[in-house]
């Protein structure tokens, strides 16, 4: 396994953590506040994809897959997010709701969107992992068959902001 880069940040970092499990074949998520995003504080000196794994590990076991999908400013913080794949044995005890579909954020050309929704972040990093679990050998090694399928409407959508 290739050692993370290292990489600096002035300001607070967040990871924003969206547990995914699927649940027969319906996917859904899950989280020690309820089925919301987790948000954890992240610090200058760990690899953010590592500090995830390692707090997901220390609460429901080690994670099938952790994958980063997006970033934005929130307040005087940056917020990267993250699809955390966990077993569904993992999801015991705590809420969980299935994942519904939602519109995606859309931007201008050349700023963010006025505002993101947490179910549009997860919209996003779910497309992201369907078109990985595709094109990338080690998520679709990660992934079950079962997984892909229920990933398989969750598709890229173009850039609408150009003409």
Do not use: C
């Amino acid at each position: 396994m290739r050692e993370p880069v290292p990489w600096g940040v002035e300001g607070p970092v967040r990871g924003e953590i969206f547990l995914v499990w699927l649940n027969g074949d319906r996917l859904e998520l899950a989280g020690p506040e309820g089925p919301v995003p987790w948000i954890v504080q992240l610090d200058d000196v760990e690899h953010p994809v590592a500090a995830v794994e390692r707090i997901v590990n220390g609460l429901v076991g080690e994670p099938l897959l952790v994958h980063s999908t997006s970033w934005r400013r929130e307040g005087p913080a940056v917020l990267l997010s993250f699809v955390a794949v966990i077993d569904p044995g993992q999801a015991q005890g705590m809420a969980t709701e299935p994942i519904h579909r939602a519109e995606l954020a859309r931007s201008e050309a050349t700023s963010a969107p006025a505002a993101i929704a947490h179910a549009q972040v997860l919209e996003h990093g779910l497309r992201h992992l369907a078109w990985l679990s595709q094109d990338d050998e080690v998520v679709a090694g990660r992934l079950s068959l079962s997984w892909r399928k229920a990933l398989a409407d969750y598709v890229p959508e173009p850039f609408r902001s150009l003409p």
